[in-house]
């Protein structure tokens, strides 16, 4: 899938961002992006940081293991997951 790449520190995952959503979670994939919904708006960084609870929540990592690599401030995103492998996340996320 091109929205994840190997990297030596883990897994750099393109996130498409869904703010101000009915519910929060992980949509699926959309073009070369992986789609999450948040229920925050995007005011004082609080749906980025409800989209890495998220997906901490959903690969059963610490916070500390998903890290914004760029796209804090636009809906498209590149988003480090620590430690893990692109096989490791797909599975996790039952893609």
Same mark, same amino acid.
């Given at each position: 899938? +091109?929205?994840? +790449? /190997?990297?030596?520190? @883990?897994?750099?995952? =393109?996130?498409?961002?869904?703010?101000?959503?009915?519910?929060?979670?992980?949509?699926?994939?959309? @073009?070369?992006?992986?789609?999450?919904?948040?229920?925050?708006?995007?005011?004082?960084?609080?749906? =980025?940081? /409800?989209?890495?609870?998220?997906?901490?929540?959903?690969?059963?990592?610490?916070?500390?293991?998903?890290?914004?690599?760029? @796209?804090?401030?636009?809906? +498209? %995103?590149?988003?480090?997951? %620590?430690? %893990?492998?692109?096989? /490791?996340?797909?599975?996790?996320?039952?893609?």
């Amino acid at each position: 899938m +091109t929205c994840f +790449t /190997e990297s030596a520190d @883990g897994v750099i995952v =393109n996130v498409k961002a869904q703010p101000r959503s009915s519910r929060s979670g992980i949509d699926g994939i959309l @073009g070369d992006a992986l789609k999450i919904r948040v229920k925050c708006a995007p005011v004082d960084g609080k749906a =980025n940081k /409800e989209l890495t609870d998220v997906l901490a929540h959903e690969l059963s990592l610490p916070k500390s293991s998903v890290v914004f690599k760029s @796209g804090e401030t636009s809906k +498209t %995103k590149r988003i480090l997951i %620590k430690g %893990k492998t692109v096989a /490791e996340v797909t599975a996790l996320l039952k893609l």
